[in-house]
């Protein structure tokens, strides 16, 4: 029992460091100037870059759902 919620916390901390990876990656290529940043710098920018995508991503759906719902005549 104790090895497999070992295993289940080793597999989602490697989960959670490829996640960071790539997101690590994406600001790196979209804000250049932050590449050679230290990882305490980098936690909170992609903390910000991920909770306004989600903010984003709810709007559009938001959107969507106005759009869909409104029957105009034009």
Sequence with gaps: ???TRK??????ATSTNEI????HTAVS????????ADP???????ALVFSFSLVG?????MAAQDFLSTKKTY
């Design 7 to 12: 295993s289940q916390w080793q597999a989602t």
């Design 29 to 36: 290529l979209a804000f250049p100037f932050l590449k050679d």
């Design 57 to 61: 991503l709810f709007g559009l759906i």
């Design 20 to 23: 960071m990876s790539l997101l």
């Design 1 to 3: 029992m104790l090895q």
């Design 40 to 46: 305490m710098v980098m936690a909170p920018v992609l």
